[in-house]
């Protein structure tokens, strides 16, 4: 029972490199998101899919690239990394994009430092 | 748009004390809410949930109740233990062109001494 993948788990660049976390899970799920959760702020939508093919800008997306090619996976691309991306990123899915009472499903994270 | 907003923390407590943290929300229409804990090092994971006016979500010894009236979602719990100790975020789920969309509060670090 995986449930979210996320990997890897830390990760380390510096300036300009660009790199993809990965997400899968496991659940049949419609809905997947990205967050990233910097102290003081709680958890910023980046991006987010409605289901395979299918992908919106959330609240920061500027810097991220994400696609959707299949119900299971969702990664997120960093372009060119700033160390502004610093910071806690977390997949999120949930079983249905329309019903308001539906949990999210969270991975355990990746930890990214920009230097 | 939709906001969430809680209590600022870190909140302590000793162990066997009562728990409230306050939550606030603006939103139209009829959001359901969360209350959503995240352990030291993990993802977060559902606590507990209300979709509509008065409903009480519990779970684990928490409880939380929609008060569409004062917009308010307050987490309690009566007797916390070391255990308890994590970040808790509410959140509202509302809808959006159609679709789910969830906002988040800021989180309330909580931390328990024995």
């Known amino acids: 029972n995986a449930g979210v993948t996320q990997t890897p788990k830390f990760q380390v660049l510096k300036t300009g490199q660009s790199m993809t976390l990965q997400c899968a899970q496991d659940?049949?799920?419609?809905?997947m998101s990205w967050y990233r959760q910097d102290p003081g702020m709680g958890l910023r939508l980046i991006h987010y899919?409605?289901?395979?093919?299918?992908?919106d800008q959330g609240e920061v997306p500027n810097g991220y690239n994400v696609s959707r090619s299949t119900t299971e996976d969702f990664p997120l691309r960093l372009l060119s990394a700033a160390p502004s991306q610093t910071s806690v990123y977390f997949c999120?899915?949930?079983?249905?994009?329309?019903?308001?009472?539906?949990?999210?499903?969270f991975g355990q994270g990746t930890r990214l430092t920009v230097v | 748009g939709d906001s969430v907003t809680q209590m600022e923390g870190p909140v302590t407590l000793s162990e066997e004390a009562f728990l409230t943290i306050n939550c606030t929300y603006t939103?139209?229409?009829?959001?359901?809410l969360f209350w959503y804990v995240q352990y030291p090092g993990e993802g977060l994971q559902l606590l507990l949930k209300?979709?509509?006016?008065?409903d009480k979500g519990s779970n684990k010894g928490f409880e939380a109740t929609y008060r569409k009236e004062t917009t308010s979602f307050h987490l309690e719990k009566g007797s916390v233990q070391v255990s308890d100790s994590a970040v808790y975020f509410c959140?509202?789920?509302?809808?959006?062109?159609?679709?789910?969309?969830?906002?988040f509060g800021t989180g309330t670090k909580l931390q328990v001494i024995p």
């Open positions: 659940m049949n799920h419609e809905y």
């Open positions: 999120a899915s949930s079983y249905s994009t329309g019903a308001l009472n539906t949990e999210a499903f």
């Open positions: 209300a979709t509509k006016a008065d």
């Open positions: 959140a509202l789920s509302g809808n959006s062109g159609g679709y789910q969309k969830v906002t």
């Open positions: 899919s409605v289901g395979a093919g299918i992908t």
């Open positions: 939103a139209t229409g009829y959001p359901s």
